[in-house]
């Protein structure tokens, strides 16, 4: 079952690259245009020693990011940040030509169980293939396209701006999975990264915790 998630999910993610649309149309994607913000908290506060002596301020404030950071991932290369549970792995990095050019991606992966997986990717599309004009119908058409690859189709999506970008959440199941996933593009840059897991082993809440922490640095 493990191999079978793996392998769907790779399947999905590197063919991806071969399926964007770059002309314009009316095409839309359901739901509302949001503005993502994290919403995380942190609610480890430590428990005085029992010599009652308690830490300064600047030891709490150092505490809190200690711990908000230690499952930080940062991807120099790609640019960006995500709180992974463990560390993943990676990077795999596969080129694709396309007729539009030549599209490298990269991903990495954490595979919690034979139940669930966390993954986060980008790729880097041609110059001019991406405008103002096409995005929202390109992000439709990936996020189509992935689910397809994953024997699955769209259940839920909305539109999204993270720092001012598009992008687009969207969701469906295959059989007892649930994908829950995120796209959006920076430039010519294709994010994408989410949660392929049973609903037991990975919640709605954790898969949109692990989600919101993505960050563009």
């Known amino acids: 079952m493990k191999k079978l998630i793996y392998a769907a999910m790779v399947t999905a993610l590197f063919t991806m690259a071969s399926c964007y649309q770059t002309t314009n149309n009316n095409n839309k994607p359901n739901g509302k245009e949001t503005e993502i913000t994290d919403n995380t908290t942190d609610n480890d506060v430590k428990p005085a020693p029992d010599n009652n002596v308690q830490p300064t301020p600047d030891n709490k404030k150092d505490d809190k990011k200690e711990d908000k950071d230690k499952n930080s991932f940062k991807s120099a290369e790609g ?7 463990m560390p993943p792995a990676g990077p795999t990095k596969n080129t694709y030509t396309t007729k539009a050019g030549t599209i490298e991606n990269v991903q990495y992966v954490y595979t919690k169980s034979d139940k669930g997986s ?8 041609p110059a001019g293939a991406v405008t103002d004009a096409n995005v929202e119908a390109t992000l439709k058409t990936q996020a189509e396209s992935f689910m397809k690859k994953m024997g699955s189709k769209i259940e839920k999506s909305s539109s999204e701006r993270i720092d001012g ?18 796209s959006f593009f920076v430039g010519k840059r294709y994010y994408q990264f989410g949660t392929i897991a049973e ?17 563009v640095k």
Not at 118 to 125: E, L
Not at 171 to 181: A, C, E, F, T, Y
Not at 199 to 215: G, L, Y
Request: charged residues 30%.
């Open 79 to 85: 640019k960006f940040s995500i709180d992974f549970p």
């Open 118 to 125: 966390y993954f986060a990717s980008y790729s880097d599309y």
């Open 165 to 182: 970008n598009k992008g687009l959440s969207f969701s469906g199941k295959r059989d007892n999975l649930v994908i829950n996933m995120r």
């Open 199 to 215: 609903e037991s082993e990975i919640s709605t809440k954790d898969s949109n915790k692990f989600i919101v922490s993505f960050k």
